[in-house]
């Protein structure tokens, strides 16, 4: 073991705190050590690249502050992932930057990952926030899309009763959506 592994595998020098305790506070690039954090960097940068911007040049500030929130409150980084995202950008001191364009991108990213791991006989999902007018609908490949909205599509459905909520639909037609569910 090198002198470097031993430094940063320190058992006192770990915290925690932190969502990976073997990097020291101050390593700016943790992303770049750990390959499993890697995806997760991709998945919130590469569906909204402007968040960058808030945090230039890599978003190492906004990613591990994210990381370090979701791992105190151990949530789960399924499909749910770039909604706590939301809720933590909302909460969190980037609020005035951020705008509906961007809590839009990450919903449809939190749908197509719903999508494509979701193994129910729902047909797809729909996602809401209170902050925003428009639902966001996205299908499994079994549903055929045509050019046109979907009947379910073009329904009036109620607020969302919670920052973010989901409902997976049961069918295309008018009667797809039952009821929002709490997004954990």
């Not at 449809?108 to 999508?115: G, I, S």
Request: hydrophobic letters at 45%; charged letters at 25%.
């Amino acid at each position: 073991m090198t002198m470097m592994e031993k430094f940063t595998r320190a058992e006192s020098r770990a915290s925690h705190w932190l969502p990976f305790p073997d990097y020291p506070s101050n390593a700016r690039s943790f992303v770049h050590l750990d390959a499993k954090l890697l995806p997760y960097w991709h998945a919130l940068f590469d569906v909204c690249p402007r968040l960058l911007k808030l945090d230039p040049p890599d978003g190492l500030k906004i990613f591990r502050d994210f990381m370090t929130w979701a791992y105190r409150r151990q949530l789960a980084l399924n499909w749910t992932f770039h909604l706590s995202v939301c809720r933590w950008l909302l909460a969190s001191g980037y609020r005035e930057l951020i705008d509906a364009d961007d809590i839009e991108a990450m919903m449809l990213a939190a749908a197509a990952r719903w999508v494509d791991c979701d193994d129910s006989p729902a047909l797809g999902i729909v996602l809401g926030w209170q902050g925003g007018a428009v639902p966001v609908f996205d299908w499994k490949a079994r549903v055929r899309r045509a050019s046109r909205a979907l009947p379910v599509e073009d329904e009036e459905l109620p607020s969302a009763p919670w920052d973010f909520a989901w409902s997976p639909l049961s069918s295309t037609g008018a009667n797809g959506f039952r009821r929002w569910l709490r997004v954990p």
